[in-house]
């Protein structure tokens, strides 16, 4: 197939805006903005939120800004509005092991109503178990008891009288203690010195007598003891009797107003009997004192604490499923949380500090998450683990056990979780995780895989038309003509390099819309114009293009030599591209060849000195094989030849310039020289067939500037490989100077075709026989490679007749 010379239609797709089918994009506000070019995606989204089995969570791959996690967003409420709202969760006191305080969940807004009931009822008993322990049938009931008591007592005590009277001792009682004290004859109490005078009979008398009353006391005691005992068990019988009916009454306005169907009935059940038996247990603070009133007021809030009922997730109005994206997943964000405070040094918590996580929150609904973040924190990925293979969640305080002082530990119920979870990551982690964690690809079985690209059709330039007027509408911008969004188009096929593709990246596409938007408020528009959005790219590229800039610079200024006009043997410009990550650009950069005798083979500079990437080794080694082969009649080949890179000092990566050293290397052996004007960019293989190459506009245009400072005079252009046409998406002025004859775009099919077009001679092919024509460029380098064999034979006959004469 013969040179092609590209015509300026060909050079880039232009869309006419009279084919968009409207006047701007207010026009389209009533469509729903769909999943441009994503139906793989789409598809298996649906798929795996719709799919209620365990382990179908699903993993989002694909670019930053290829609309992945807006669009599963908005997906996940859809799936979500189609649920039932999930239940609230509360965490309760246990009352037989206060450090494991107890899950319970009720149906959506009942745990807002428990909590409020619960509230309610502290108020109210505070108030009314008072007043019936300070009722008239309380007091005539305890009073009666307390008065039969009174009465056995007081019988004890007499009979205790009677006993000390007759040995001579006199009993009275202070500060409830029972004194004894010895009396004289004349009834006097006697003192310790008046004792110590007694006879020594006498003496041992009094304190045998001593003995015996101790003795009797201590039987007093034994005695009423038990009587105290069944005074007291009356009274609190009497106080419970009069309390429980209220207890009881309270609790059935808490069930009575729990109308729904609780699942835990049962667990709240027997919630709510322990704390009627814990109130009944603790009547004793209810009744005010007029002393000490405020320890007794401390210790009844301390009691009181334990029945409130601490509601960690709320779902009261929620409205279908919750939707939860965690952008901040840390251990305590994501997993629940204890808090703590310090009281004498010591960390105390309980129940009422319990926090939920976002995997509580999101029980029975979706979650999102970054693959990224989760990975940033092993201890987050292994507990996350954990949670999916075992479905249960354990709220607890990892640090807990390594803090200077010591704290008071709590381990709350683990609860079932029922969460589809939406993990965010790029197709390097994935596909490195599906490697190193077979787990993983158990637990998330659902791949919804985002495309950078997509084919390009009357529908998905619609679709993207859509997508512009929403984003007018949600940044309250000013909408775009159709001539805007058709350039917007362009510049998405741009980014795609491919005219039958566009970018699927419409992050770049939203900041775009923005950019030139701003611009038209700035001129007092009212829609914004093909021109806006020009503006706006020259000025996106005039904030990025410095690197590019001082390289065109140091070319012009002659510190890069790059010669565009008339011919040289052995040398040519290349292309390549630079990529920022920001900004991408191309431009030249001279190659050069040397051949000569030898038997060395094909050098490669770069490679020698550890400059040269895979790749680019890969492509040389290629060539030479390609070489060998045009010439394989003549092998082996006495060669030596060296290819490089000229000013080149960052390295080198790619087979695109494969093309360009093997016109170099083909120019030197031939002794033709080769057209300085032509850049050449493609890749060869073994057959000689040029092959598509990567950042084709960027290259053509950062020459195509250079030859314009330099000045353009219709020998200048490119040549680049035939299957590369379809990715052409160049600047207009670029088109506009081909179309006047000033720069020109060559594409060919096989390496022979273009060095034609550089040395102004054909190829040529061989005969049978495998020699060249004379007048051919591989005629010309075949008859070299003939005079390079005969030099090196003779070099090693000269060799071989040194070494007879010296022997």
């Known amino acids: 197939m013969p040179i092609s010379n590209l015509t300026p239609a060909e050079l880039r797709l232009t869309v006419d805006p009279a084919t968009l089918g409207f006047t701007d994009t207010s026009e389209l506000l009533e469509y729903a903005l769909p999943w441009i070019g994503q139906e793989r995606a789409e598809n298996a989204a649906r798929f795996g939120l719709g799919m209620d089995q365990p382990d179908y969570n699903l993993f989002v791959l694909g670019e930053v800004g290829s609309g992945r996690s807006s669009l599963l967003k908005q997906a996940m409420q859809t799936a979500a509005a189609s649920r039932a709202a999930p239940p609230d969760l509360c965490y309760l006191h246990n009352f037989d092991a206060p450090e494991r305080p107890r899950a319970l969940r009720l149906p959506a807004g009942q745990g807002r109503l428990l909590r409020q009931l619960m509230a309610q009822m502290m108020k109210s008993i505070q108030v009314e178990i008072p007043q019936h322990l300070d009722g008239q049938d309380f007091k005539a009931e305890s009073g009666r008891i307390e008065k039969s008591y009174k009465e056995e007592e007081a019988k004890a005590y007499a009979e205790l009288e009677a006993f000390a009277e007759a040995r001579s001792f006199t009993m009275h009682r202070e500060s409830g203690h029972l004194l004894f004290t010895l009396r004289g004859k004349k009834g006097h109490a006697l003192t310790e010195d008046e004792v110590l005078v007694m006879p020594k009979e006498r003496r041992a008398e009094i304190t045998q007598a001593e003995q015996e009353l101790r003795a009797e006391i201590s039987r007093y005691f034994e005695k009423i003891r038990p009587m105290e005992r069944v005074m007291n068990e009356a009274l609190a019988a009497l106080r419970r009797q009069v309390v429980k009916p209220l207890l009881d009454r309270e609790l059935q306005e808490i069930r009575v107003g729990l109308k729904k169907q609780i699942k835990d009935s049962v667990k709240l059940g027997a919630y709510l009997d322990r704390v009627v038996h814990d109130v009944l247990d603790n009547l004793e603070l209810f009744k005010i004192s007029d002393t000490d009133d405020d320890i007794r007021q401390e210790v009844l809030g301390k009691v009181l604490s334990r029945y409130r009922v601490n509601l960690v997730v709320d779902n009261d109005g929620l409205e279908g499923a919750p939707v939860i994206a965690e952008d901040n997943p840390l251990f305590r964000s994501l997993f629940g949380s204890i808090e703590y405070q310090t009281e004498n040094d010591v960390l105390m918590t309980d129940f009422s500090r319990i926090r939920a996580g976002s995997l509580h929150k999101a029980h029975g609904g979706f979650l999102m998450l970054h693959l990224r973040d989760l990975l940033a924190d092993g201890l987050v990925w292994e507990k996350l683990r954990r949670v999916l293979r075992s479905g249960r969640l354990q709220i607890e305080e990892p640090g807990t056990a390594f803090t200077p002082i010591a704290a008071v530990s709590l381990e709350p119920e683990a609860v079932d979780v029922d969460v589809k979870i939406v ?48 984003t007018c509408r949600k940044l309250g911008l000013p909408h775009f003509s159709a001539a805007a969004v058709a350039r917007l188009l362009e510049d998405g096929h741009r980014e795609a390099d491919d005219q039958s593709r566009q970018s699927a990246i419409f992050a770049r596409t939203e900041a775009l819309v923005m950019e030139s938007a701003a611009l038209c408020s700035a001129r007092a528009g009212r829609l914004v114009e093909a021109a806006d959005i020009e503006v706006a790219l020259a000025a996106r590229t005039l904030r990025h293009d410095y690197p590019d800039q001082r390289l065109r610079e140091s070319i012009a200024e002659g510190d890069v030599l790059i010669t565009l006009h008339g011919e040289q043997v052995g040398q040519l410009n290349g292309l390549t591209q630079v990529d920022l990550g920001d900004y991408r650009f191309g431009f030249p950069v001279r190659v050069t060849a040397r051949t000569y005798a030898g038997e060395d083979g094909l050098l490669n500079i770069e490679r020698e000195v550890e400059m040269s990437g895979p790749i680019h080794d890969k492509g040389v080694l290629i060539l030479h094989n390609y070489l060998s082969a045009l010439f394989a009649h003549n092998a082996p080949l006495a060669l030596n030849a060296s290819i490089v890179f000229e000013q080149e000092y960052s390295g080198v990566e790619g087979d695109s310039a494969s093309c360009a050293e093997l016109y170099a290397l083909l120019s030197s052996l031939s002794g033709l020289p080769l057209r300085q004007g032509i850049a050449v960019t493609g890749a060869v293989n073994q057959h000689g067939e040029v092959l598509p190459v990567g950042g084709l506009n960027e290259k053509i245009e950062g020459y195509f500037r250079i030859c314009a400072t330099a000045g353009l005079d219709g020998s200048q252009g490119v040549l680049i490989p035939q299957r590369n046409r379809r990715h052409l998406m160049l600047e207009r002025k670029v088109a506009e100077a081909v179309a006047q004859g000033l720069f020109h775009i060559y594409t060919a099919e096989h390496a022979s075709e273009g060095i034609g077009l550089l040395t102004g001679l054909p190829a040529g092919t061989a005969n049978d026989a495998g020699n060249y024509p004379r007048d051919s460029v591989l005629g010309h380098a075949q008859r070299t490679l003939l005079a390079y064999r005969r030099a090196c034979q003779a070099s090693e006959h000269t060799k071989t007749e040194r070494k007879r004469l010296h022997k």
Do not use: C, M, N, W
């Open 423 to 470: 993990l965010i990551g790029s197709r390097e982690l994935y596909y490195e995780l599906q490697e190193e964690d077979p787990e993983f690809a158990r637990r998330f079985r659902v791949k919804v895989d985002f495309a950078e690209s997509f084919s390009s059709s009357a529908e998905t330039r619609r679709a993207s038309a859509i997508f512009v007027a929403h």
